[in-house]
């Protein structure tokens, strides 16, 4: 190699080496400015994958000091590495306590602001220690000294205190409330969920506890086994009536089955395929029989659920106070927190005597104020009422029904109502359905349970004339001599010590308010499901007088015709009540004769039915079958007065407006969109062709529906969706006794009847006039397409 060769190669050596130098100059400078975002980002990267730093104790303590104020971290970092180096087995909890203490009082005054500004989702800006605390380590660190004596297999281990463990349980429900992520990093740790149930066996412990283990309890994606729980029987029973009440609101998630989610999910379709995969009975329904098994627990719900709370005179003005309160109160954690100091500053000056005294006898007790002793009773039994009505929903339900009876569920609750469940009209507020979350205030949402709880109670149940007094089961009994007919033997067997006390039973009661209700009041919507439930079931002549005579048909259709009320919902209910109320009864149809008596206010009944089928469909099916029943009773005058008189009858008598109300709820279904709320649209269909069948009309009504489709110009579209419904009527109730069971009670047409019907409907024989098949031209069959490509 050339000299000028090897100096011009030496100096481009040099060159690359002095540009390479500047290079790894600017990156460390670059570093250093970055170097507290970069700590940052390599713990959130540690945190994800588990490889390198995870927590700040792991950063050395003058870069933790450097960065510390121009991050404005409060100097949680540093506590963070303090409170892990004193914390290990064997060392001094007091000083461990000391660093909780000074870590609660940054986090508490975010976690106060949260709940009284009412903010729905966490965010970082919002609550930056609590974000700097969770990112440092330190749930994962209060979660070890939590647990750490568990954990331990020496026996020397020093005992935690009550306050110690309090304030590290305040810290972590402070951080589940102000940083997202927290509450569901921590509910996927079986481990810490379980031990928390341990912890409420401390009565000092138990309400932060409660607290924490709800808020973690509303996000985890599985339900928990209560038979998981060490010595739940044992823990349950240990349990005062506050505790009690409060572990409700716990239980109140392990037993209901876990929301669906989207509407798709909530189709028959997707329903049957979701019981196909979990055969076996679901956690809940295990969580359930899991509760029964534990001694004496009805019982106490139902004390807890009848319970009086001491009122004093003149609470117009408390009233107004609760509702100021309610908004700040509701958050659970606040208000408890106010009655568990009255309670502990009332243990300094007298010994707890019973279950009730700890909180009744105590002199902080009367200090508070009333609307606060008020809304914290009606808080509790929203969750008692709650956690009775999921399990007379279950699978044990006769098994609930025999202890609700025994404990005397419905007389108690009877005796509450005019002095705490309906003392007053509420004001108005928004519907909210079976499944969706409610804000309201704790006096509606009361009011509300109180109304799902009856519904259940009564539904298809002979323990239903509970909700009656002595009195009015006489009355019952009188309606069905007069009418020469034979008392219901489920009015019989009822045990009148298990009856309502008072001038009137509670079904009475209901009625009353109801009818007080104001027009624009949703309350109106869970009120008839309440008294339709009673009525629900084989039709009871005398159940329905007994109603009619109370003016209960007169107050529906004022509503349905003259209140100007817009609710499909409100709507839909008193529309299902009224079917129930007039169905086969000649009496209801003269008396609904003589308020619709103008061919104004008709028009406006039909104009309602007709705004929506899925809502009224019950009562067209109603008004068939009574129908058809009377046109069997033509020897008795009464009954062909009332046929000829009756617009309504009149109206369904024609063949043109059956095959109208028949087209159109064929029409607005399909197999696909089949949900528990529109089904009865199909079964009303059915029944309209099973009578039709039953006097030999069946090929004319198919004929018909044939001649419509052509008039619309689209052929076979009906006859094929009717054929596919069909097919998965078949598949839905042929494996459901308790759904045969309603059909065949609401009808009274046996359910063999219905089975025939639809085969006979679904026949392959071309020949048949009953076969659906028959009057779908070739070119338009498509009978036997798979239910999803439907």
Not at 27 to 36: A, C, E, L, P, S
Not at 425 to 437: F, G, V
Not at 764 to 783: F, G, K, M, Q, V
Request: hydrophobic share 40%.
């Amino acid at each position: 190699m050339k000299p000028y060769e090897e100096t011009e190669k030496l100096g481009d050596v040099r060159g690359k080496t002095m540009a390479a130098n500047g290079q790894r100059l600017c990156r460390t400078q670059t570093r250093r400015r970055n170097r507290g975002k970069n700590i940052l980002s390599r713990i959130k990267y540690g945190q994800i994958t588990g490889l390198g730093m995870t927590r700040g104790t792991q950063i050395p303590v003058d870069l933790l000091e450097e960065r510390d104020k121009k991050a404005r971290w409060q100097g949680i970092p540093l506590l963070l590495r303090r409170l892990h180096e004193s914390s290990h087995i064997n060392s001094d909890l007091s000083k461990t306590h000391n660093v909780v203490k000074e870590l609660s009082s940054l986090l508490s005054m975010e976690a106060m602001s949260f709940v009284t500004e009412d903010r729905k989702t966490p965010q970082e800006s919002v609550s930056p220690n609590t974000y700097t605390f969770d990112l440092f380590g330190g749930v994962h660190l209060f979660v070890e000294i939590l647990m750490r004596p568990t954990l331990s297999i020496q026996g020397d281990v020093p005992i935690m205190s009550d306050d110690l463990i309090k304030d590290c349980l305040s810290v972590l429900y402070n951080c589940c409330i102000c940083t997202e992520g927290v509450t569901k990093s921590l509910a996927a740790r079986d481990d810490f969920v379980m031990f928390l149930f341990t912890l409420m066996s401390n009565k000092k412990t138990f309400l932060q506890t409660a607290t924490l283990i709800e808020d973690i309890m509303g996000v985890r994606k599985e339900v928990i086994r209560l038979e998981d729980i060490p010595n739940l029987a044992s823990l349950v029973q240990s349990f005062n009536q506050q505790q009690l009440a409060n572990f409700c609101r716990i239980l109140s998630v392990t037993i209901s089955e876990p929301d669906m989610g989207v509407d798709d999910k909530h189709t028959l379709l997707a329903r049957n395929a979701q019981q196909k995969i979990n055969a076996s009975p679901s956690r809940a329904e295990s969580n359930q029989v899991a509760l029964l098994n534990i001694p004496g627990f009805i019982e106490r719900l139902c004390k807890l659920a009848t319970r009086k709370v001491s009122e004093a005179s003149g609470t117009s003005a408390l009233l107004q106070e609760l509702e100021d309160w309610h908004s700040w109160l509701d958050n659970a954690l606040v208000l408890d927190a106010l009655m568990q100091m009255a309670i502990e500053e009332a243990e300094q000056s007298s010994t707890e005597s019973s279950d009730e005294g700890s909180l009744s006898s105590s002199p902080l007790r009367h200090t508070l104020p009333q609307s606060m002793k008020i809304v914290h009773e009606i808080m509790y039994k929203v969750e008692v009422l709650y956690v009775l009505c999921v399990l007379l929903m279950g699978r044990q339900r006769n098994q609930v029904h025999r202890m609700l009876a025994e404990y005397r569920l419905i007389p108690g609750l009877n005796n509450l109502f005019d002095k705490l469940i309906w003392r007053r009209q509420p004001s108005s507020h928004t519907l909210h359905r079976q499944n969706q979350n409610c804000d309201c205030s704790p006096e509606i949402s009361f009011k509300i349970q109180f109304l799902r709880l009856l519904q259940s109670f009564s539904d298809h149940h002979e323990n239903k004339y509970l909700l009656l007094n002595g009195q009015e089961l006489n009355e019952l009994s009188a309606i069905s001599l007069k009418a020469n007919i034979p008392e219901v033997e489920a009015l019989v067997n009822t045990d009148r010590n298990l009856v309502c006390d008072g001038k009137k039973g509670l079904l009475t009661r209901l009625i009353s308010v109801m009818k007080k209700e104001p027009v624009d009041s949703s309350f109106r919507f869970w009120q008839a499901r309440a008294v339709e439930s009673f009525l629900r079931g084989a039709t009871s002549y005398a159940d329905q007088i007994f109603l009619l005579k109370r003016g209960l048909l007169e107050h529906i259709l004022f509503c349905i015709i003259d209140s100007g009320c817009k609710s499909r919902d409100v709507l839909q209910s008193y529309f299902d009540l009224l079917g129930e109320l007039m169905k086969f009864n000649i009496d209801a149809f003269k008396r609904f004769n003589k308020y619709v008596n103008t061919e104004e206010k008709f028009q406006i009944f039909l104009s309602q039915i007709n705004s929506s089928l899925v809502d009224s469909n019950m009562l067209v099916r109603c008004i068939v079958l009574s129908l058809d029943r009377f046109e069997g009773q033509t020897d008795d005058i009464k009954v062909v007065e009332v046929l000829s008189e009756c617009r309504l009858l009149s109206y369904m008598a024609q063949v043109e407006n059956r095959l109208s109300f028949l087209f159109r709820l064929i029409n607005i279904i399909n197999v696909q969109t089949l949900t528990q709320e529109n089904v009865s649209c199909l079964n009303t269909s059915l029944v309209v062709l099973m009578l039709a069948r039953w006097r030999g009309k069946l090929p004319f009504y198919l004929s018909a529906l044939k001649e419509k489709e052509y008039a619309e110009k689209y052929p076979g579209c009906l006859l094929n969706n009717f054929h596919h419904l069909l097919r998965f009527w078949q598949h839905h109730y042929l494996n459901k006794d308790k759904d045969s069971t309603c059909l065949e009670n609401s009808s009274c047409i046996p359910f063999t009847y219905w089975k025939e019907t639809v085969t006979v409907l679904l026949s392959s024989d071309r020949s048949s006039l009953c076969a659906i098949a028959t009057y779908i031209d070739e070119a338009y069959r498509d009978l036997d397409r798979d239910f999803l490509e439907v």
